[in-house]
C-alpha cells in the first residue's frame, strides 16, 4: 500500500483495513469452521490461517477492502458496522470463491506470496473449495436475522451473477483476436465492479440507509470497482512481485486481454500492430517478448490511458459518496480508502 491513506481526522486507510480485517475474520472462521473437512482445510490455507497440513500460520489474508467497504457504509448511513457484519463477511466470502476459480482459470501458482491452492492440493478440489465459500456466502448472509436479509440476499446474488458473466467474458476474450475497449470495460464493470457496488449498497441497506443512500453507494462502489481493476490491470504488468505476490509480466505471460493491453490493441498505431504480432502468436512468450510488449503498451499510451481513467472514475465515485453520506466520520473514511486503492502497490 502507498501512502495515500490519511482521513481528515480519524482512522488511517491502513488502520481502517486492520478493523476490518479483525472484525470479518470473527465472522469467517467460525462460519468456515461448519465446512466439511476437506473443503475447510482448502479455504483455511488460501485464508492464510494454516499451511497445506493444517498447521498454524500467519499469511497474507489479503487486504479486507470488500468488507471495510460493507462496514463503513453502513456507518456513513448513521447505522452500526455490527448490522453489516453477514454482509461483510458473504462478500468476503464470494471474492474469495472467485479467487480460487480465477487461480485455475488463469493458471497463476502464486497468491499473496504462497503458491496458490490449485498448485497445493488439485485443480478439482480448488475448484471444490470455491464453491463451498460461495455457497457459505449466501448461508452467512440469509442467516444474519436482519429485517432486510431477504432483501440483501438479492442484491448478493444479482452481483454475483454480474460477476460471473464478466468472469466468462474475460476467458472467452482470450480466444478471440479482436477485443474492443467498450466490451473490455464492461467486462472489468461486471467482473470487478458489480462486487464493490454489492458490498457499498449491502452496507447502506443493513446499515438503515434511504434508498437514495443505497443507490448514490452502490453507484460508488461500482465506479471504485472500475478503478480498482485498471490498477490491478496495470499491476498485473508493472507491479513489483515483491509487492504484489505474482511474477513480473504476469498478465502479458498469460495473454491476458487487460485494459491497458486492449487500449494498445485498439489503437490502430504501429506499435499496436507490433503488439499485435506478439500476442497473437502461438510460440510462449520469452522474457524478451515480456519486456517489448510492456515497453509497447507504455509507448502507445495504454499504461497512460488506464490510469487517467482509474483517476477519472475515482473522481465520479467521490462525488456520489457525498452525495450519499451523512456521518462524516465513516465517509472520510471511506474516502481515504476509495484513494488508496486507486493507488496501490499491489
Not at 498447521?55 to 455490527?82: C, F, M, N, S, Y
Not at 448490522?83 to 485455475?104: G, I, M, Q, T, W
Not at 483476436?177 to 452496507?203: F, I, R, W, Y
Request: glycine share 10%.
Amino acid at each position: 500500500m502507498t501512502a495515500v491513506e490519511v482521513t481528515a481526522g480519524g482512522r488511517s486507510a491502513r488502520e481502517v483495513l486492520a478493523w476490518s480485517r479483525e472484525l470479518v475474520e470473527s465472522a469467517l472462521r467460525p462460519a468456515a469452521d461448519t465446512l466439511p473437512p476437506s473443503m475447510r482445510r482448502i479455504a483455511g490455507y488460501h485464508f492464510g490461517w494454516w499451511d497445506e497440513h493444517g498447521g498454524q500460520t500467519v499469511a497474507d489474508g489479503g487486504k479486507a477492502i470488500r468488507p471495510a467497504l460493507v462496514l463503513l457504509a453502513a456507518e456513513a448511513v448513521g447505522g452500526g458496522a455490527a448490522a453489516a457484519l453477514p454482509a461483510a463477511a458473504a462478500v468476503e466470502l464470494a471474492h474469495n470463491f472467485s479467487l480460487l476459480h480465477d487461480d485455475v482459470m488463469d493458471g497463476d501458482r502464486t497468491r499473496r506470496h504462497r503458491p496458490t491452492a490449485w498448485t497445493v492440493f488439485g485443480v478439482s478440489p480448488a475448484i471444490l473449495a470455491g464453491d463451498a465459500l460461495l455457497t457459505l456466502a449466501f448461508d452467512v448472509l440469509a442467516a444474519g436475522g436482519h429485517p432486510a436479509a431477504p432483501q440483501a440476499t438479492r442484491i448478493f446474488g444479482a452481483a454475483v451473477q454480474e460477476l460471473l458473466e464478466g468472469q466468462h467474458a474475460d476467458v472467452a476474450f482470450e480466444r478471440r483476436q479482436n477485443v474492443e475497449l467498450a466490451e473490455c470495460l464492461s467486462m472489468a464493470a461486471g467482473k470487478t465492479g458489480a462486487l464493490l457496488g454489492c458490498a457499498c449498497a449491502l452496507g447502506a441497506l443493513l446499515g438503515g440507509g434511504s434508498l437514495e443512500q443505497i443507490e448514490h453507494l452502490h453507484a460508488f462502489g461500482r465506479d471504485l470497482g472500475l478503478a480498482f481493476q485498471l490498477v490491478d490491470d496495470l499491476l498485473g504488468i508493472w507491479g513489483d512481485p515483491a509487492a504484489t505476490g505474482k511474477p513480473v509480466y504476469s498478465d502479458l505471460r498469460s495473454r491476458k486481454k487487460s485494459l491497458p493491453v486492449v487500449a494498445a490493441l485498439a489503437s490502430a498505431t504501429p506499435a499496436g500492430r507490433e503488439l499485435a504480432l506478439l500476442y497473437h502468436g502461438e510460440r510462449p512468450l520469452s522474457d524478451a517478448d515480456l519486456v517489448r510488449a510492456a515497453e509497447l503498451i507504455d509507448a502507445v499510451g495504454g499504461r497512460a490511458w488506464s490510469q487517467s481513467q482509474a483517476d477519472e472514475l475515482l473522481t465520479r465515485a467521490l462525488r456520489r459518496l457525498r452525495s450519499a453520506g451523512s456521518v462524516p466520520g465513516p465517509v472520510a473514511e471511506l474516502s481515504a480508502l476509495a484513494r488508496l486503492v486507486t493507488h496501490r502497490d499491489h
